[in-house]
C-alpha cells in the first residue's frame, strides 16, 4: 500500500481546541449565572411586589368610592318623598351627578397608581427614564392642542358637575339651545326642547347658562280693565280667587308664597292693568299664570267687572295732509308759458278764391 492510503484510512483526531473553547464558555457561563442570579431574583421580587400593591392599592381606593358613591344615592332615596326631600334635588340627578364624579375619580386614581407602577417597573430595570418623560410631554403637548376642543369639553363638564350648575330635570337656557335636561355627561349635556326634539351640548360650547329650576321662580299676571272700575272691588275679587286656588291641591305645593297684588302697572284713557305676583316652586310658574288668570276671570265676572284687552291705535283718516295727493305744478297749466305756446297747434291757412 501506498503511505496516502495509510494515511487516509488512519482516524483523524479530534479538535482538541474546540472542546476546550465550548468548556471555557460553558464555565463563563454559569459563573455570568451564579453571580447574576441574585440581582434577578431581587428585580422579579421588586417588580411582583409593585405590580400587586399598584393592584391592591387600586381596587381598595375605586371600592371606597363605589361604596361612598352608593353611600350618597341611599340617602338621597332615604329622603325622597318627605318634605326635606322636596327641597332637595331629585333622587336621578344626585345619582347621575354622583355617578359622574365617582366615574372621573376612579379614573384618575387609576391612571396615577398604575402610571407610577409602570414607572417604577421601568426604574427597576436600569431603564433611564428622562428621555421618556420628555417625550411623554412633548407627546402631551401636541396631543393638548390638536384634542383642545375636546379637553375643554372634558374640563367644562367636570366643573359643571362638581359646582352642580343644572342637573336632569331641570329646565336651562344654554344660549346655544334651551329645554329640559335629560342627560348630563362630561363631554356632552343631552336636553329635551318645548317642541320634543334633543339638543346635544357641547359643554366646552356654554358661554353662559340660565337655570329655570332652582330656588323659586315667579307667576305674574297682568289684569286690565275698564278706568271706570272700582279699584277695591278689583282687589277684593283678585284675593278671593287667589285664597280660593292656594287651599286647593296641587296649587298649594306649588304656591310657596301668598299672590300678592301690587297695584296698578299702568294707567291709560282707556284702561289700567293691575299687576298680581306669586312665588312658586321652580319650573311651575307657567302653570301657575294659567290657572291664575283662569280664577281671576271667573271672579272678576262674578263681581261684574269686565276686563278688556288692549285695543291698538289707529291713524285717524281724516287728519291726513289733503295737499299729499295733489300733483306738483307743471308749466303746461298757464297757457301764456312757452311750452304751453310751443304746444299750441298751428291754424291752417285760408286761400282767397278770386
Not at 66 to 92: F, H, K, P, W, Y
Not at 322 to 334: Q, R
Amino acid at each position: 500500500m501506498s503511505l496516502s492510503v495509510l494515511l487516509a484510512a488512519a482516524p483523524s483526531p479530534e479538535p482538541v481546541g474546540s472542546l476546550g473553547e465550548a468548556a471555557e464558555q460553558a464555565g463563563n457561563a454559569a459563573g455570568w449565572v451564579e453571580e447574576n442570579w441574585s440581582t434577578w431574583l431581587s428585580t422579579g421580587l421588586r417588580i411582583l411586589l409593585i405590580v400587586a400593591v399598584a393592584i391592591t392599592l387600586r381596587y381598595l381606593i375605586r371600592r371606597a368610592l363605589t361604596n361612598l358613591i352608593d353611600r350618597m344615592n341611599r340617602s338621597a332615596q332615604a329622603v325622597e318623598g318627605t318634605a326635606l326631600g322636596g327641597l332637595l334635588v331629585n333622587a336621578e340627578r344626585r345619582r347621575q351627578r354622583s355617578e359622574a364624579i365617582g366615574s372621573v375619580l376612579r379614573s384618575v386614581a387609576s391612571f396615577l397608581i398604575m402610571g407610577t407602577a409602570a414607572l417604577m417597573i421601568l426604574g427597576a430595570f436600569k431603564i433611564n427614564l428622562a428621555p421618556l418623560l420628555a417625550s411623554a410631554g412633548v407627546a402631551g403637548v401636541a396631543l393638548g392642542f390638536g384634542a383642545r376642543n375636546l379637553v375643554t369639553d372634558f374640563l367644562s363638564g367636570v366643573f359643571m358637575i362638581l359646582e352642580d350648575q343644572y342637573g336632569v330635570g331641570d329646565t336651562i337656557d344654554a344660549g346655544v339651545a334651551s329645554g329640559e335636561v335629560i342627560e348630563v355627561g362630561l363631554r356632552v349635556t343631552k336636553l329635551r326642547g318645548d317642541n320634543g326634539e334633543i339638543w346635544y351640548v357641547r359643554n366646552g360650547e356654554v358661554k353662559r347658562i340660565g337655570n329655570l329650576s332652582q330656588g323659586w321662580s315667579t307667576a305674574g299676571v297682568d289684569v286690565t280693565v275698564r278706568p271706570t272700575e272700582d279699584l277695591e272691588q278689583v282687589r277684593k275679587a283678585i284675593t278671593a280667587a287667589a285664597e280660593s286656588m292656594t287651599k286647593e291641591e296641587p296649587w298649594s305645593e306649588r304656591l310657596w308664597g301668598p299672590v300678592e297684588v301690587l297695584g296698578l302697572d299702568a294707567v291709560l284713557l282707556d284702561s289700567m292693568t293691575v299687576r298680581v305676583t306669586a312665588k312658586t316652586m321652580p319650573g311651575k310658574s307657567v302653570g301657575v299664570e294659567r290657572e291664575l288668570r283662569w280664577r281671576i276671570k271667573q271672579a272678576l265676572d262674578d263681581a261684574g267687572i269686565r276686563m278688556i284687552g288692549v285695543v291698538p291705535l289707529q291713524q285717524d283718516e281724516s287728519a291726513a295732509d289733503p295737499t299729499a295727493g295733489v300733483a306738483a305744478p307743471s308749466a303746461y297749466a298757464s297757457a301764456t308759458s312757452p311750452q304751453s305756446m310751443a304746444t299750441t297747434p298751428i291754424p291752417p291757412t285760408s286761400l282767397n278764391k278770386h
